[in-house]
């Protein structure tokens, strides 16, 4: 069902984003909450990545659309990888997802090199004050619908985080109460305080 309603918004305006992103992915990529794999067709030539992906549903249906591809069993909040073992990790609309943003974030600092980037696309807390109002009373319905919540301040979670957003571009693709969405780099660097 997920590719099957993504496509038409894949193949208008998101594929074109994702590719815009993925370029900036260099050495060692995980990719964290991969879903079906749509980010997969975009990654620059040559670049290996390393999928996570908790739910089975979501892996085999990537796992048959990319056979060749590494996917791995595990969540965001505990990634089962060693501290400093990516150059890269990418999130594609998985901080509205997980279950825990800010541990999530803890964890993509944890692993990624210093200095390390991160590449995301989210859609996140709108600014105005009606725009959140909508979001926080259709949170609830949203996440029962669409297993996620539509009012996360995700950009102020990397902030404190200890991430540095190096570029964002912010959005409007949709209506409210998913608008506005986010995509940009934020890099870890010897230089931060947590
Ligand atoms: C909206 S889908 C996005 C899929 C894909 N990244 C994309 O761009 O099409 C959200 C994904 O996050 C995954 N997810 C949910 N909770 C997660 C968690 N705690 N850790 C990692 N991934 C999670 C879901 O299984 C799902 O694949």
Avoid at 9 to 19: I, M, S, T
Avoid at 43 to 55: A, S, T, W
Avoid at 109 to 115: D, E, I, K, M, Q
């Amino acid at each position: 069902m997920y590719d099957l309603l993504m496509g038409p918004a894949e193949r208008a305006v998101l594929g074109k984003l994702r590719r815009g992103l993925l370029r900036k992915a260099t050495g060692r990529v995980l990719e964290i909450g991969a879903g079906t794999g749509a980010n997969l067709p975009h990654y620059p030539p040559g670049i290996r990545v390393v999928l996570l992906e908790p739910d089975p549903a979501y892996r085999n249906r990537g796992k048959g659309k990319f056979p060749g591809a590494r996917w791995v069993e595990g969540r965001g909040e505990n990634l089962p990888f060693p501290d400093n073992s990516f150059d890269t990790v990418v999130a594609t609309f998985v901080l509205c997802s997980v279950e825990d943003p800010r541990r999530t974030i803890g964890e993509i600092r944890r692993v990624l090199r210093s200095p390390g980037k991160f590449l995301f696309l989210e859609h996140i807390r709108a600014e105005a004050r009606w725009e959140q109002r909508i979001q926080d009373l259709s949170s609830p319905l949203w996440q029962l619908l669409a297993g996620c919540r539509c009012n996360r301040p995700t950009l102020e979670f990397l902030n404190r985080g200890g991430f540095y957003l190096e570029e964002k571009q912010i959005l409007h693709l949709a209506m409210p109460p998913l608008n506005p969405q986010v995509v940009g780099t934020a890099i870890t660097s010897a230089y931060d305080t947590p």
